[in-house]
């Protein structure tokens, strides 16, 4: 034992020079060894103190991994990571929600800043932040200063038109990705595309599952190019342990699972808004009162000047410097406002307009060690929609369809006057201001909103869907709700998910293969309804373009997969953009085209076959040729790198990708997955996952593209959650007090610094020099490595 002691001390003199100061002892359990690096110690990290309750671990696909003393520090460090990783985008995005975009970007954003400005967001969060409650506000005091740090830490990186963050910064954006949920019924005036346009999720018990286990899918979808994009993240802090995704620039996890239950959110359509046509009525003058003149200003005409007064400005770039325009940005008792030239102006009543609890809402869900709790946390309501997927480790599944509407006073079946406006009232256009206290004198709540709990099916899947499809057979009865509440229409996408849970059992690999799901299930309706009507219209076929033929043969032969290596994907999705555009001129909606198309309608039968003409004339004079593989159109890039893909949004496939810009005959996807995890609830969690293209946004870092390789090829990385896994795994640690442990061997490594440190831990087989004579090793050579190198550094050895 004293040879291997010797070889010990001499290898980490080699390592650490010759000011080492080693301390042993041995018990029958374990021996440990302490050494002291004594070399000079500059400053830092001044006024990083956090350090000290904080740890980053990332692993090796630079998931960050956050352990905290206290919130504070939590959302410092997370706040810290974030922006190594995406502090532009994290910049820019609070620039969206202040309304002062424009000035970095153009013109391009001036609406958008416009809209910002009226809808508050900014002053209306620096108003929650004044009463918030401690955790909420600790959250964002903290990810604020934690950005701010790195922005001072690395100023080299940092663009030269960043001016910090605020911690209302935090709540603002919160608040611009809520309100973008909410439907706006004005549609000629600009409003903010939703953060959340489609998502997948499903949640099915330990008998449907053959390894016995519940499982639960989370896969939110986003727009590549959008300000509202998901980031992977382990936060640890007292009672508070969750893995899962957030959206960059926010210090809680959205959706995810802690050591017991996991939840998903995928956005749902709920009439949680509604425009109210501001209408004007004076008070009658007093004829004796000399003040009174006839050419004083009418009712509307003091409201409009009132609501322009309230005008805020807002700043452009423009090759002639920063341009400055006004903006009316008045909120209202019922609301911004907003001007329309058919309505005059029209306030936006949004359901938990004022709320700023969310960030508080969703740590406490994050807590909850069970279901119950878990719903106690639902009930703070201060999330105003989303689909709520659950799954947990005592076997629960639970659905709930989330939202803050206003209970509009509908009224019960027996008894009611027909002609009551809560029966006959059209909502879903603008209404009269009048009609506010009958629409919005309470919310719903939560116990009264559809949900499910462990249905006889064994699951609940929520992918684009109504209430009354999210299992089979549902035990909900649709009368029992207003139809008005919902604006959810079933899609293919999620009867396709339907289709594979509805039978037998599905394993873990079943699960992440559904992800991938390429079968395009809307052509298996339309394409044998083109079919069809090609061989019964002649009177539509016989003068067709000379390349129609050779099109309906290639729908004929395809097998309805969006694989690269299929032409029959390329010409469907060329035929349903061009039957799309025909449609919207004739249908009121995408699915009552589809209705008509399967019901052989002479009218869609029209759209359809012109569709197929259009396709086979682009598909022959943009390539040349009428067979042209959907991997050679269908293309995904990240930086330099571009490579074909699989999956589409025409058709409805589980794996969608799509919203393409089209460049040299290529159609570059900029939608798609955002984030997937498959959890399954043994004794504990155990995950996969996947995170567009990877954590960074670092076009330097090894983590900018590194899961593209896995959404290619269609597979997932393990989830490091356990402690042990995350310290055994970690690439890199930073902090004031770091553990690791090493790969392949029983042990542990902690530094301690007094300035903030990065460390990483190399586990070899090779003693990196050649041993004394008399020593014989029997494990594996651990090699502490941290940054600074000149900083002071205790390390402490247990085996």
Request: hydrophobic share 40%; proline share 7%; with cysteine.
């Amino acid at each position: 034992m004293s040879g291997i002691i010797n070889s010990t001390s001499l290898l980490l003199q080699r390592w650490f020079g010759n000011s080492v100061i080693m301390k042993s002892t041995f018990t029958s359990r374990y021996c440990a060894w302490a050494l002291m690096i004594v070399m000079a110690c500059p400053a830092y990290a001044q006024g990083m103190d956090v350090w000290r309750d904080a740890t980053l671990y990332r692993d090796e696909w630079g998931t960050p991994h956050v352990y905290a003393e206290n919130p504070f520090a939590l959302a410092y460090v997370f706040g810290y990571a974030q922006a190594e990783d995406h502090a532009e985008h994290i910049l820019l995005a609070y620039r969206m929600a202040n309304g002062k975009l424009a000035a970095v970007l153009g013109e391009k954003y001036a609406d958008s800043d416009a809209f910002s400005l009226k809808l508050g967001h900014a002053r209306l969060a620096e108003q929650a932040l004044a009463v918030a409650d401690p955790v909420t506000l600790a959250l964002c005091e903290g990810f604020a200063t934690g950005i701010n740090a790195w922005l001072v830490d690395n100023a080299q990186a940092v663009p030269s038109w960043a001016d910090g963050v605020q911690p209302r910064d935090v709540l603002a954006y919160w608040h611009a990705f809520l309100m973008s949920m909410a439907p706006f019924e004005l549609p000629d005036a600009f409003r903010r595309a939703p953060a959340m346009p489609t998502g997948n999720a499903w949640a099915m018990n330990a008998e449907r599952s053959a390894e016995g286990n519940p499982v639960l899918v989370i896969n939110p979808h986003q727009n590549h190019e959008s300000f509202f994009q998901w980031y992977e993240a382990h936060l640890v802090t007292g009672d508070m342990n969750v893995y899962g995704a957030t959206l960059r620039g926010l210090p809680v996890i959205l959706q995810g699972h802690n050591p017991c239950l996991g939840w998903a959110l995928t956005p749902n359509w709920p009439d949680f808004a509604d425009m109210f046509i501001e209408e004007y009525e004076s008070a009658p003058p007093n004829p004796r009162d000399p003040r009174v003149r006839t050419e004083d200003v009418t009712a509307e005409q003091a409201m409009l000047l009132y609501y322009m007064s309230q005008s805020l400005p807002y700043h452009i770039q423009t090759d002639y410097g920063l341009e400055t325009r006004y903006v009316p940005a008045y909120i209202g008792d019922r609301g911004p406002v907003f001007e329309d030239a058919t309505h005059g102006l029209n306030s936006w009543y949004i359901g938990g307009f004022t709320d700023f609890g969310g960030l508080r809402q969703l740590v406490e869900m994050a807590r909850a060690p069970n279901i119950e709790m878990f719903w106690a946390a639902l009930s703070m309501h201060q999330l105003p929609c989303f689909h709520v997927t659950y799954a947990d480790c005592h076997n629960n599944i639970f659905y709930l369809y989330n939202t803050k509407a206003g209970l509009r006073l509908w009224p019960p079946k027996d008894g009611t006057n027909p002609d009551d406006p809560a029966i006959n009232q059209q909502w879903d256009v603008p209404v009269s201001s009048d009609l506010s206290a009958l629409a919005w004198h309470d919310v719903f709540a939560l116990n009264e909103l559809p949900a499910i709990l462990n249905p006889a099916s064994g699951y609940v899947q929520a992918c684009g869907n109504t209430p009354w499809t999210v299992t089979e057979p549902c035990p909900l009865d649709p009368s029992l709700w207003p139809p008005w509440l919902f604006f959810d229409k079933d899609t293919y996408r999620a009867a396709r998910v339907r289709q594979l849970l509805r039978k037998g059992q599905r394993s873990f690999r079943d699960h992440q293969s559904m992800l991938y799901d390429v079968v395009v299930p809307a052509a298996l309706d339309m394409v044998p309804a083109i079919l069809r009507a090609a061989e019964t219209r002649q009177d539509r076929v016989s003068n067709a373009h000379p390349d129609f033929w050779a099109g309906i043969d290639t729908l004929r032969g395809w097998n309805y997969i969006a694989e690269i290596n299929s032409p029959g994907m390329t010409f469907y999705h060329l035929w349903w953009n061009f039957a799309r555009a025909r449609a919207a001129q004739q249908f009121p909606t995408e699915a009552s085209f589809y209705e008509a198309a399967r019901a052989d309608a002479p009218l869609a039968q029209d759209i359809m076959l012109r569709a197929v003409e259009d396709a086979a004339r682009e598909l022959r004079n943009e390539y040349g040729d009428m067979q042209v593989c959907w991997g050679d159109v269908h293309r995904i890039r990240r930086g330099v790198r571009e490579a074909p893909l699989p999956g589409a949004h025409s058709g409805e496939p589980v794996f969608i990708t799509g919203d393409y810009t089209m460049q040299r005959g290529r159609l570059i996807a900029n939608y798609g997955y955002g984030f997937a995890m498959i959890t399954q609830f043994g004794e504990r969690p155990d995950s996969v996952s996947v995170l567009a293209f990877g954590v960074s946004r670092n076009n330097d870092s090894p983590h900018y593209d590194d899961q593209l390789d896995l959404l290619l090829e269609r597979r997932f990385k393990r989830v490091r959650f356990d402690d042990d896994a995350v310290l055994r795994h970690a690439d890199r640690a930073m902090g004031k007090s770091i553990t690791l442990l090493p790969l392949g061997a029983p042990g542990a490594v902690t530094l301690h610094a007094s300035n903030v440190i990065q460390g990483r831990l190399y586990t070899e087989t090779e003693a990196p020099e050649p041993l004394p004579r008399d020593v014989i090793p029997f494990s594996l050579y651990m090699r502490p490595e941290t940054r600074p190198a000149a900083t002071a550094v205790t390390v402490e050895l247990s085996v």
